[in-house]
């Protein structure tokens, strides 16, 4: 947690927009919490963890109010540069005090963030803030598929359709695997980001809890800016900095991913890739 209290953390962050939480997760989680509840009004949404806000950004029109916290004051600082909304406010803290009256929130999201904090402190919390018929969405994501453009320099031929192959396994195997050995040696908590929440999931107690797989979603982007996401978060920027440029494994997934579409030479700027993530959520209410 204290690698995300770094301004350089949070200046990357709000510069890399190529894998977020698009407004389809939103209604995800909104359809969740109108089925759970009759025809009283949404008045208040708090963002758990909201960095810069980007998430909670998708829910301000069904709320009359919403709050965001986060423990890095920079991603606060960008969070307020980034959303004049008068309807939300934004304040440093965490898990611990959240800065609301008792039974008077509507739903409680925190995207990717839950695995950094004390998961008994943030659960007694959401039991406090929470309305009787309030509901808490945590969420985080699974990659599931990579493709990548076999052949993105050659002209296509009418007619002919363009050939794609997947990088899946040399994403897992060079990357996603290494990674989660290191996240797991250092006991750090982006392990469980990783495995999709199980160990948090059989950690909360106190709050109803149900586990569901979310929608799938799909990304564009080029084989520089999947990259760029993973620099953007301070433990994979940790775990990349032990290696020399040649061997660390984001880059050596990078150049085996380039081999794989023919194209070693390419730059990263230019191999075009399509990510598929599988939405995981905690969904919490109270008993
Ligand atoms: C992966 S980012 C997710 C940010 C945002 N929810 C989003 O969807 O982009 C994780 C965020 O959790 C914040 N964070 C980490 N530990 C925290 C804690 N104990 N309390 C509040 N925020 C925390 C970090 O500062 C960071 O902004």
Not at 87 to 96: A, L, R
Not at 147 to 165: A, H
Not at 166 to 188: A, C, L, M, W
């Amino acid at each position: 947690m204290e690698l995300w209290k770094q301004p350089e953390i949070a200046e990357s962050y709000a510069k890399n927009n190529n894998i977020t939480y698009p407004a389809a997760v939103a209604q995800y989680v909104l359809e969740r919490l109108m089925t759970s509840r009759d025809n009283s009004k949404l008045e208040l949404i708090v963002d758990a963890g909201c960095g810069n806000g980007r998430s909670l950004k998708w829910y301000l029109p069904y709320f009359h109010r919403a709050v965001g916290f986060d423990a890095s004051e920079f991603q606060i600082d960008n969070a307020r540069k980034l959303n004049k909304s008068p309807k939300v406010s934004y304040f440093v803290g965490q898990e611990n005090k959240i800065a609301v009256e008792d039974g008077s929130v509507d739903l409680i999201i925190a995207a990717g963030s839950v695995h950094y904090m004390n998961a008994n402190d943030f659960v007694c919390e959401c039991n406090r803030v929470l309305k009787q018929n309030g509901m808490v969405a945590i969420y985080n994501h699974e990659y599931c598929e990579l493709i990548v453009d076999d052949q993105p320099t050659q002209v296509t031929q009418r007619n002919e359709k363009p050939k794609f192959v997947s990088g899946f396994d040399i994403f897992d195997t060079f990357y996603q695997q290494p990674v989660k050995n290191y996240f797991s040696r250092e006991n750090h908590p982006n392990f469980d980001d990783l495995c999709c929440y199980d160990h948090l999931y059989s950690e909360i107690s106190g709050m109803k809890k149900e586990k569901k797989n979310g929608p799938t979603l799909d990304y564009y982007l080029s084989l520089k800016e999947f990259k760029d996401h993973f620099l953007s978060e301070p433990a994979y920027k940790k775990h990349h900095k032990l290696f020399p440029e040649n061997s660390a494994p984001l880059n050596v997934m990078g150049q085996k991913l380039k081999c794989l579409s023919n194209t070693p030479e390419l730059k990263d700027e230019e191999l075009r890739l399509k990510v598929t993530v599988l939405l995981h959520v905690i969904f919490l209410s109270k008993y």
